[in-house]
């Protein structure tokens, strides 16, 4: 089956916004009758963004090693600092980045070095001295952590659309084990399915209701002959939670509808030698 690429559509940092109305009625038909079938799918936990930290909260987040503008689950083990010595950490942080960071622009500044496992972007905090904003990026493996810092830690990090800007490149004290070594697991979802399905703003407004996540692009990658199916490629912007727990969802409750899901490339990732042009072309 044949796709035809089209142009990519760049999301914003924030997550997408459900939009009301008969758009989303065949998934909500279809939703219904997976509810009556089996139970309803939640992927995981997430503190409410809404709601304003005590400073109790904040203390105790900070302690542990979070930042108080941390949305996800810090009791869970895979959300706390691992138990490694210093040079198997594959956490970064970074340190400078511009206010109006969004994970769009944050993750478009990296390529060919490594699968993104996860991204976290703390904005400014003015009342706490804090003018720009600062991010935590985690690595699949060591090789693709090492190979930025490598290459940002002596000179800074700049980002395409804020290139006057130089973040300060530093391990991140709060540990990440490799996941998924030498696999093929990413933050980049290929999503395919009939299309009243498969479209962006009913699949947004879809995962709006499991999860909160961060998306850096999505890109249509074109319709079978018949028009009866179409290719969607979702780059979220971390796997941890957000990639995997789409595609869980997605899976169970889609898969009888004809919807498929598998992980695409990072376009983060290193460049294989198969993929680099040739010379004088």
């Known amino acids: 089956m044949g796709y035809n690429p089209a142009p990519s559509a760049t999301a914003s940092n924030s997550t997408a916004i459900a939009r009301p109305g008969s758009a989303l009625a065949p998934l909500n038909r279809h939703l219904h009758r997976v509810r009556e079938q089996s139970s309803y799918y939640h992927p995981m936990n997430c503190r409410n963004p809404n709601r304003e930290l005590t400073e109790e909260e904040m203390a105790q987040l900070m302690l542990m090693g979070f930042s108080p503008n941390y949305k996800g689950d810090p009791s869970l083990p895979r959300n706390q600092s691992a138990e490694i010595?210093?040079?198997?950490?594959?956490?970064?942080?970074?340190?400078?980045?511009?206010?109006?960071?969004?994970?769009?622009?944050?993750?478009?500044?990296?390529?060919?070095?490594?699968?993104?496992?996860?991204?976290?972007?703390?904005?400014?905090?003015?009342?706490?001295?804090?003018?720009?904003?600062?991010?935590?990026?985690?690595?699949?493996?060591?090789?693709?952590?090492?190979?930025?810092?490598?290459?940002?830690?002596?000179?800074?990090?700049?980002?395409?659309?804020?290139?006057?800007?130089?973040?300060?490149?530093?391990?991140?004290?709060?540990?990440?084990?490799?996941?998924?070594?030498?696999?093929?697991?990413?933050?980049v979802l290929l999503i395919s399915g009939p299309p009243h399905i498969v479209e962006r703003h009913r699949l947004c407004a879809y995962l709006n209701t499991k999860m909160v996540y961060q998306i850096d692009d999505i890109i249509h990658r074109g319709q079978s002959p018949d028009g009866a199916r179409v290719l969607l490629e979702i780059r979220f912007g971390s796997f941890r939670c957000q990639a995997e727990a789409a595609r869980m969802a997605l899976m169970r409750e889609f898969r009888d509808a004809g919807v498929?899901?598998?992980?695409?490339?990072?376009?983060?990732?290193?460049?294989?030698?198969?993929?680099?042009?040739?010379?004088?072309?």
């Open 260 to 281: 498929m899901c598998e992980y695409g490339r990072d376009p983060c990732d290193r460049i294989q030698e198969h993929e680099k042009p040739r010379a004088g072309y």
């Open 85 to 187: 010595p210093a040079e198997e950490n594959c956490s970064l942080f970074l340190v400078g980045l511009a206010p109006d960071l969004t994970t769009h622009e944050l993750l478009a500044g990296i390529r060919d070095v490594g699968r993104v496992f996860a991204t976290h972007i703390n904005p400014p905090a003015p009342e706490r001295g804090h003018a720009f904003s600062a991010a935590k990026l985690v690595f699949f493996d060591r090789e693709g952590a090492e190979r930025f810092y490598s290459r940002y830690a002596a000179t800074g990090f700049r980002t395409p659309h804020h290139p006057d800007l130089c973040a300060r490149v530093t391990w991140n004290r709060v540990r990440s084990a490799e996941e998924d070594k030498g696999g093929r697991r990413s933050r």
